[in-house]
């Protein structure tokens, strides 16, 4: 089974809910929009961290987490959404979460724990959010009843963070695009679709 291209389906899953959350923040739709946008940040985690987590050393690593962050620079300049005004946006959440497995991969464990500590108070979902992707990493990576163990508690964190268990569809998500058909392999990513829906946004209903 090819999971990285069944795992097609869950991102776009993942993209509706969050263009679903960010319309709705400004359209007032209430909380039923955000509850469903509660979804798309685990479930882009877990897509994002297949494709990453099989990684030998951290070269490719670093580049994803140069374009993470120059794409989060660019939606972070366009984004009508308030919340995004006085925190960084996820593309720069998975770039440091880049950065620090890369940092892990190559035993740079002081670096790893300064980047996770410091950095991760300046991004979206703060240092709940960074377990949880570095879990899935580890999970992908390991295979292991120890590593689902950590994506069970660190996602039990996220839907405390959230005061919700919305996150946890993401795993429906996730699990129920292993058994759909597959979608064709967009070469629209997550980096190009996450400033481009953000600028739309503030076009059409800024």
Partial sequence: MDIYRRLEVARWVAFGAMLLDH????????????????????????????????????????????????????????????????????????????????????RLWLAASVLFLLGSCATEYWWVGQIFVLSCLACWRYRSWSGLALVIASMSALC????????????????????????????????????AHLAAIGLFFG
């Fill in 160 to 195: 405390w963070l959230n005061d919700s268990l919305f996150p946890v569809l993401s795993l429906v998500v996730c699990a129920t695009s292993m058994w759909v058909p597959v979608l064709p392999r967009s070469r629209l990513t997550l980096i190009h679709l996450y400033p």
């Fill in 23 to 106: 319309v709705g923040q400004l359209e007032a739709w209430g909380a039923w929009s955000s509850m469903v946008g509660r979804v798309a940040m685990p479930t882009f985690a877990i897509c994002w961290a297949f494709a990453y987590a099989s990684d030998r050393d951290g070269d490719r690593l670093y580049r994803a987490a140069a374009r993470l962050a120059l794409f989060g620079l660019a939606a972070q300049v366009v984004t009508p959404i308030p919340s995004h005004h006085y925190m960084l946006n996820a593309l720069f959440m998975f770039a440091l979460s880049s950065i620090i497995w890369a940092c892990i991969l190559d």
